[in-house]
Nanobody
Framework: QVQLVESGGGLVQAGGSLRLSCAAS????????MGWFRQAPGKEREFVAA????????QYAGSVKGRFTISRDNAKNTVYLQMNSLKPEDTAVYYC????????????????WGQGTQVTVSS
C-alpha cells in the first residue's frame, strides 16, 4: 500500500517557478515508478512527467519538456516536480501517481494517486 500527498502548489505569475513535492508512505517507495499528471477545468487528466525507481529513465510531455524537471529522493520517499517558465496554460490541479510499472504510470493506469495540489499561473 502506498499513500501519496502532494504539496507546493500555489499562485504564481507567468514566467515564475514552483516546486511540487509528493511524499509517499510505505516501505516499497524506492521500487515504484512515479509520475506527475495535471487536470485543468473541463479537460482530461494529462501526463506531465514520469521517473523510474532508480531515476535512470525519465519521460516528459512535449508541452513541458525543457521547462519542468522531475526528480526523486528515495531516502526521503519524495518525488519532485520543478516547474520553471510557467505559463497560464499550466494552470491545473497536479496529481502524483505511483506504480511498480513505468508503463502504467505513463498510461494513466497507475495503482496509486494523490489528492492533488492546485497550481494557478496568472498572466
Amino acid at each position: 500500500q502506498v499513500q501519496l500527498v502532494e504539496s507546493g502548489g500555489g499562485l504564481v505569475q507567468a514566467g515564475g517557478s514552483l516546486r511540487l513535492s509528493c511524499a509517499a508512505s510505505g516501505r516499497t517507495f524506492s521500487s515504484y515508478a512515479m509520475g506527475w499528471f495535471r487536470q485543468a477545468p473541463g479537460k482530461e487528466r494529462e501526463f506531465v512527467a514520469a521517473i523510474s525507481w532508480s531515476g535512470g529513465w525519465i519521460q516528459y510531455a512535449g508541452s513541458v519538456k525543457g521547462r519542468f524537471t522531475i526528480s526523486r529522493d528515495n531516502a526521503k520517499n519524495t518525488v519532485y516536480l520543478q516547474m520553471n517558465s510557467l505559463k497560464p496554460e499550466d494552470t491545473a490541479v497536479y496529481y502524483c501517481a505511483a506504480d511498480p510499472s513505468p508503463g502504467a504510470v505513463v498510461s494513466r493506469t497507475a495503482g496509486y494517486w494523490g489528492q492533488g495540489t492546485q497550481v494557478t499561473v496568472s498572466s
